[in-house]
């Protein structure tokens, strides 16, 4: 089993900046993939950056050149770095894992943590 647990959600102005936190615990060692997925709304939700566990990172159109994704394997927790927000990055954000079970791959999900851009 994997759990995490979100943190660094907020209130913040259009052009600001905001880190999300996404703390893992439990067989660590199983996540292929951790990512973070947002959903805004009236929006489905939507992937826009994830790591695989040799760091090789992906980021969605919207936001790719100002969000950084990383993880610290010492701390077992993954970084979600927004710069230059603007009001449609308003959204819950999902930190997301997928771990392979030893009999499939599965998905792990947080309980996402509210940002709001004002204008």
């Known amino acids: 089993q994997v759990q995490l647990v979100e943190s660094g959600g907020g209130l913040v102005q259009s052009g600001g900046s905001l880190r999300l936190s996404c703390a893992a615990s439990g067989r660590i060692s199983s996540i292929l993939v951790m990512g973070w997925y947002r959903q805004g709304p009236g929006k489905e939700r939507e992937r826009i950056a994830d790591?695989?566990?040799?760091?090789?990172?992906r980021y969605s159109d919207d936001v790719k050149g100002r969000f950084t994704i990383s993880r610290d394997n010492a701390k077992d927790t993954l970084y979600l770095q927004m710069n230059s927000l603007k009001p449609e990055d308003t959204a819950v954000y999902y930190c997301?894992?997928?771990?392979?079970?030893?009999?499939?791959?599965?998905?792990?999900w947080g309980q996402g943590t509210l940002i709001t851009v004002s204008s």
């Open positions: 790591i695989t566990r040799g760091g090789i990172q």
């Open positions: 997301n894992a997928l771990r392979d079970s030893g009999r499939g791959y599965l998905e792990v």
